[in-house]
T-cell receptor
Framework: KNEVEQSPQNLTAQEGEFITINCSYS?????LHWLQQHPGGGIVSLFM???GKKKHGRLIATINIQEKHSSLHITASHPRDSAVYIC?????????FGTGTSLTVIP | DAGVIQSPRHEVTEMGQEVTLRCKPI?????LFWYRQTMMRGLELLIY????????DSGMPEDRFSAKMPNASFSTLKIQPSEPRDSAVYFC???????????FGQGTRLTVV
């Protein structure tokens, strides 16, 4: 049983498309993180959420605590957005990770 | 700040050897995390330090793994003896406190042959 489920696993989009990646979790959490891992392997933290919504440039992350669900949206997608996006939840003392969504944006 | 610094970037070692991975967190950050990433299991939290004290090491796979944080600017993850199944990328990350944005190092790619 996975405490964190992401969908889709793989996603291919045309440049400019609006993209949504979903994350559902089954445990109580204090925070949820969205991470981006580029093909080179480096990991960047995109958002840390405990409620509501956050926006950074073309990226928007939302969380619904009651429904135990979060979404990551990318507006006007670009080939440089191609990466693996990982959802992680802080369910103290544990951290649980989704298996990631591999996004490819085609020019 | 240079960010979280990990060394070495790559390590190839023979089974049975001791391996030490190093991490320098961002200055002023009180929380430090060690993660392991494999194709089979994805990302896993191994151990979490707060103010240099190990708070949760339930993710450490077995007694062959140990981690220390002797001061606020340095942490090590040691594997002794190493086994081929320990081959993975090991990431270190730090944050101001646990529930704030985490900053990741570039990772150490470990190969045990």
């Amino acid at each position: 049983k996975n405490e964190v489920e992401q969908s889709p696993q793989n996603l291919t989009a045309q440049e400019g498309e609006f993209i949504t990646i979903n994350c559902s979790y089954s445990v109580g959490i204090s925070a949820l993180h969205w991470l981006q891992q580029h093909p080179g392997g480096g990991i960047v933290s995109l958002f840390m959420l405990s409620s509501g919504k956050k926006k950074h440039g073309r990226l928007i992350a939302t969380i619904n605590i009651q429904e135990k669900h979060s979404s990551l949206h990318i507006t006007a997608s670009h080939p440089r957005d191609s990466a693996v996006y990982i959802c992680a939840v802080n369910s103290q003392p544990q951290f649980y990770f989704g298996t990631g969504t591999s996004l490819t944006v085609i020019p | 700040d240079a960010g979280v610094i990990q060394s070495p970037r790559h390590e190839v070692t023979e089974m049975g050897q001791e391996v030490t991975l190093r991490c320098k967190p961002i200055s002023g950050h009180n929380s430090l995390f060690w993660y392991r990433q494999t194709m089979m299991r994805g990302l896993e939290l191994l151990i979490y330090f707060n103010n240099n004290v190990p708070i949760d090491d339930s993710g450490m796979p077995e007694d062959r793994f140990s981690a220390k944080m002797p001061n606020a600017s340095f942490s090590t993850l040691k594997i002794q003896p190493s086994e081929p199944r320990d081959s993975a990328v090991y990431f270190c990350a730090s944050s101001l406190i646990r529930d704030t944005e985490a900053f990741f190092g570039q990772g150490t790619r470990l190969t045990v042959v």
